[in-house]
Protein backbone atom coordinates (compact mmCIF):
# COMPACT_ATOMS: atom_id res chain seq x y z
CA UNK A 1 0.00 0.00 0.00
CA UNK A 2 0.96 3.60 -0.30
CA UNK A 3 3.42 4.80 2.52
CA UNK A 4 4.43 7.82 3.70
CA UNK A 5 8.08 8.11 5.40
CA UNK A 6 8.36 10.77 7.81
CA UNK A 7 11.60 12.48 9.38
CA UNK A 8 12.90 12.51 11.70
CA UNK A 9 11.43 9.85 13.96
CA UNK A 10 12.19 11.94 17.20
CA UNK A 11 14.43 14.81 17.70
CA UNK A 12 15.25 16.76 21.24
CA UNK A 13 14.92 20.65 21.51
CA UNK A 14 15.96 23.55 23.76
CA UNK A 15 13.43 26.41 24.06
CA UNK A 16 13.91 28.63 21.33
CA UNK A 17 15.67 26.27 18.59
CA UNK A 18 13.73 25.87 15.06
CA UNK A 19 12.35 22.93 14.37
CA UNK A 20 12.09 21.18 10.82
CA UNK A 21 10.19 17.90 9.71
CA UNK A 22 9.69 16.37 6.63
CA UNK A 23 7.22 13.78 5.07
CA UNK A 24 7.86 12.04 1.66
CA UNK A 25 6.14 9.34 -0.65
CA UNK A 26 6.49 7.36 -4.17
CA UNK A 27 3.24 8.59 -4.92
CA UNK A 28 1.54 12.04 -5.57
CA UNK A 29 -0.61 13.22 -3.16
CA UNK A 30 -3.30 15.95 -3.78
CA UNK A 31 -3.95 17.08 -0.03
CA UNK A 32 -1.01 17.06 2.45
CA UNK A 33 -2.39 17.81 6.33
CA UNK A 34 0.28 18.28 9.39
CA UNK A 35 -1.39 16.97 13.08
CA UNK A 36 0.06 17.63 16.70
CA UNK A 37 -0.94 14.04 19.22
CA UNK A 38 -0.53 14.93 22.88
CA UNK A 39 -0.69 12.01 25.40
CA UNK A 40 -3.72 10.43 26.08
CA UNK A 41 -5.34 13.06 22.98
CA UNK A 42 -6.04 12.17 19.69
CA UNK A 43 -4.53 14.00 16.90
CA UNK A 44 -5.40 17.78 16.05
CA UNK A 45 -4.82 19.36 12.62
CA UNK A 46 -2.70 21.62 12.62
CA UNK A 47 -1.98 23.06 9.00
CA UNK A 48 -3.91 21.68 5.73
CA UNK A 49 -2.15 22.19 2.21
CA UNK A 50 -4.37 21.78 -1.21
CA UNK A 51 -1.87 22.90 -3.69
CA UNK A 52 1.61 22.23 -4.83
CA UNK A 53 3.69 24.95 -3.01
CA UNK A 54 1.41 26.17 -1.06
CA UNK A 55 3.08 27.56 1.70
CA UNK A 56 0.89 28.18 4.85
CA UNK A 57 1.26 29.10 8.60
CA UNK A 58 -0.35 28.80 11.67
CA UNK A 59 1.58 31.05 14.00
CA UNK A 60 4.64 29.83 14.59
CA UNK A 61 4.32 26.98 12.32
CA UNK A 62 4.97 26.71 8.72
CA UNK A 63 4.37 24.18 6.22
CA UNK A 64 4.75 23.51 2.42
CA UNK A 65 2.78 21.59 -0.03
CA UNK A 66 6.00 19.96 -2.67
CA UNK A 67 6.18 20.71 -6.29
CA UNK A 68 6.36 17.73 -7.09
CA UNK A 69 3.28 16.68 -4.85
CA UNK A 70 5.37 13.55 -3.25
CA UNK A 71 6.33 15.89 -0.18
CA UNK A 72 5.69 18.35 2.27
CA UNK A 73 7.42 19.79 5.54
CA UNK A 74 7.01 21.41 8.73
CA UNK A 75 8.54 23.89 10.88
CA UNK A 76 8.14 25.33 13.95
CA UNK A 77 10.00 28.64 14.39
CA UNK A 78 11.38 29.45 18.28
CA UNK A 79 10.18 26.12 20.13
CA UNK A 80 8.38 26.21 23.50
CA UNK A 81 8.01 23.55 25.93
CA UNK A 82 4.46 22.85 25.13
CA UNK A 83 5.81 22.26 21.29
CA UNK A 84 6.69 18.51 22.61
CA UNK A 85 4.49 15.93 21.71
CA UNK A 86 4.28 13.59 18.49
CA UNK A 87 3.56 15.29 14.97
CA UNK A 88 1.99 13.81 12.32
CA UNK A 89 2.17 14.38 8.28
CA UNK A 90 -0.91 12.68 6.42
CA UNK A 91 -2.29 12.94 2.99
CA UNK A 92 -5.23 11.88 0.30
CA UNK A 93 -3.65 10.15 -2.00
CA UNK A 94 -4.45 10.90 -5.94
CA UNK A 95 -6.95 9.07 -7.45
CA UNK A 96 -7.76 7.55 -3.13
CA UNK A 97 -11.22 7.40 -4.20
CA UNK A 98 -14.13 9.59 -2.84
CA UNK A 99 -13.66 7.99 0.95
CA UNK A 100 -11.29 10.11 1.81
CA UNK A 101 -8.70 8.08 3.33
CA UNK A 102 -6.00 9.46 4.47
CA UNK A 103 -2.65 8.07 5.22
CA UNK A 104 -0.87 8.81 7.81
CA UNK A 105 3.23 9.03 8.25
CA UNK A 106 4.64 7.16 11.55
CA UNK A 107 5.43 10.60 13.29
CA UNK A 108 8.07 12.93 14.90
CA UNK A 109 8.52 12.61 18.55
CA UNK A 110 9.31 16.19 19.91
CA UNK A 111 11.01 16.14 23.34
CA UNK A 112 12.99 18.92 25.55
CA UNK A 113 16.61 18.22 25.93
CA UNK A 114 17.25 17.27 29.18
CA UNK B 1 -19.20 22.27 20.46
CA UNK B 2 -18.42 18.52 21.60
CA UNK B 3 -16.85 17.35 18.39
CA UNK B 4 -16.14 13.82 18.06
CA UNK B 5 -17.31 12.18 21.28
CA UNK B 6 -15.85 8.41 22.28
CA UNK B 7 -16.57 5.91 24.61
CA UNK B 8 -15.44 4.30 26.72
CA UNK B 9 -11.69 6.32 27.11
CA UNK B 10 -10.24 2.78 28.66
CA UNK B 11 -11.60 -0.82 28.54
CA UNK B 12 -9.92 -4.31 29.74
CA UNK B 13 -11.26 -7.45 27.95
CA UNK B 14 -10.35 -11.02 27.96
CA UNK B 15 -9.75 -12.92 24.53
CA UNK B 16 -12.99 -13.98 23.36
CA UNK B 17 -14.93 -11.18 24.65
CA UNK B 18 -16.97 -9.04 22.59
CA UNK B 19 -17.48 -4.95 23.05
CA UNK B 20 -18.55 -1.66 20.83
CA UNK B 21 -16.76 1.17 21.21
CA UNK B 22 -19.56 4.19 20.55
CA UNK B 23 -18.57 7.45 18.44
CA UNK B 24 -20.64 10.19 17.76
CA UNK B 25 -20.26 13.35 15.99
CA UNK B 26 -22.07 16.15 16.44
CA UNK B 27 -20.78 18.40 13.49
CA UNK B 28 -23.16 16.65 10.59
CA UNK B 29 -20.03 15.48 8.57
CA UNK B 30 -21.16 13.06 6.48
CA UNK B 31 -17.93 10.74 6.44
CA UNK B 32 -16.98 8.93 9.93
CA UNK B 33 -13.70 6.66 10.06
CA UNK B 34 -12.41 4.06 12.55
CA UNK B 35 -8.62 4.09 12.72
CA UNK B 36 -6.31 1.98 15.28
CA UNK B 37 -3.27 3.54 16.34
CA UNK B 38 -0.35 0.97 17.61
CA UNK B 39 2.95 2.01 19.89
CA UNK B 40 5.27 4.10 17.27
CA UNK B 41 3.22 4.07 14.71
CA UNK B 42 0.91 5.94 12.84
CA UNK B 43 -3.06 5.22 12.30
CA UNK B 44 -4.49 2.92 10.16
CA UNK B 45 -7.99 2.54 9.08
CA UNK B 46 -10.17 -0.07 10.08
CA UNK B 47 -13.61 0.79 8.51
CA UNK B 48 -14.93 4.29 6.93
CA UNK B 49 -18.26 5.59 6.22
CA UNK B 50 -19.52 8.24 3.31
CA UNK B 51 -23.15 8.11 4.72
CA UNK B 52 -25.62 6.53 6.80
CA UNK B 53 -26.22 3.10 5.67
CA UNK B 54 -23.05 3.13 3.93
CA UNK B 55 -19.47 1.57 5.37
CA UNK B 56 -16.76 0.12 3.73
CA UNK B 57 -13.63 -1.95 4.78
CA UNK B 58 -10.39 0.20 5.37
CA UNK B 59 -6.60 -1.30 5.43
CA UNK B 60 -6.86 -3.67 8.54
CA UNK B 61 -10.80 -4.49 8.75
CA UNK B 62 -10.41 -7.95 9.97
CA UNK B 63 -12.21 -9.10 13.35
CA UNK B 64 -14.32 -5.87 13.35
CA UNK B 65 -17.73 -4.84 12.42
CA UNK B 66 -19.22 -1.43 11.97
CA UNK B 67 -22.63 -0.02 11.22
CA UNK B 68 -23.67 3.72 10.37
CA UNK B 69 -27.62 3.95 11.34
CA UNK B 70 -27.44 7.76 12.14
CA UNK B 71 -25.08 10.63 10.04
CA UNK B 72 -23.92 11.30 13.59
CA UNK B 73 -23.08 7.71 15.25
CA UNK B 74 -20.74 5.15 13.86
CA UNK B 75 -19.83 2.24 16.26
CA UNK B 76 -17.10 -0.60 16.24
CA UNK B 77 -17.75 -3.85 16.84
CA UNK B 78 -15.18 -6.30 18.06
CA UNK B 79 -17.04 -10.26 18.10
CA UNK B 80 -14.14 -12.13 19.18
CA UNK B 81 -11.65 -10.14 21.10
CA UNK B 82 -8.20 -11.02 20.55
CA UNK B 83 -4.66 -9.81 21.95
CA UNK B 84 -3.74 -8.56 18.40
CA UNK B 85 -6.48 -5.71 18.94
CA UNK B 86 -4.78 -4.36 21.42
CA UNK B 87 -4.33 -0.74 20.55
CA UNK B 88 -5.90 3.01 20.88
CA UNK B 89 -8.61 3.53 18.67
CA UNK B 90 -9.62 7.18 17.23
CA UNK B 91 -12.63 7.38 15.84
CA UNK B 92 -13.09 10.86 13.34
CA UNK B 93 -15.20 12.38 10.90
CA UNK B 94 -15.15 14.71 7.81
CA UNK B 95 -17.78 16.37 5.53
CA UNK B 96 -16.75 15.88 2.05
CA UNK B 97 -18.17 17.27 -0.72
CA UNK B 98 -17.80 16.28 -4.42
CA UNK B 99 -13.37 15.49 -5.15
CA UNK B 100 -12.48 17.73 -2.18
CA UNK B 101 -11.23 15.74 0.74
CA UNK B 102 -11.62 18.12 3.53
CA UNK B 103 -9.36 17.89 6.98
CA UNK B 104 -10.79 14.80 9.72
CA UNK B 105 -11.12 15.55 13.02
CA UNK B 106 -10.50 13.16 15.76
CA UNK B 107 -11.69 11.84 19.07
CA UNK B 108 -9.59 11.47 22.26
CA UNK B 109 -9.57 7.78 21.10
CA UNK B 110 -10.34 4.46 23.25
CA UNK B 111 -7.45 2.62 25.01
CA UNK B 112 -8.70 -0.79 24.66
CA UNK B 113 -6.32 -3.94 26.43
CA UNK B 114 -7.11 -7.56 25.22
CA UNK B 115 -5.72 -10.17 27.77
Known amino acids: GQQLNQSPQSMFIQEGEDVSMNCTSS?????WLWYKQDPGEGPVLLIALYKAGELTSNGRLTAQFGITRKDSFLNISASIPSDVGIYFC??????????????FGKGTKLSVKP | NAGVTQTPKFRILKIGQSMTLQCAQDMNHNYMYWYRQDPGMGLKLIYYSVGAGITDKGEVPNGYNVSRSTTEDFPLRLELAAPSQTSVYFC??????????????FGDGTRLSIL
Open chain 1, 27 to 31: SIFNT
Open chain 1, 90 to 103: AGHPLGGGSQGNLI
Open chain 2, 92 to 105: ASSYQVGRYNQPQH
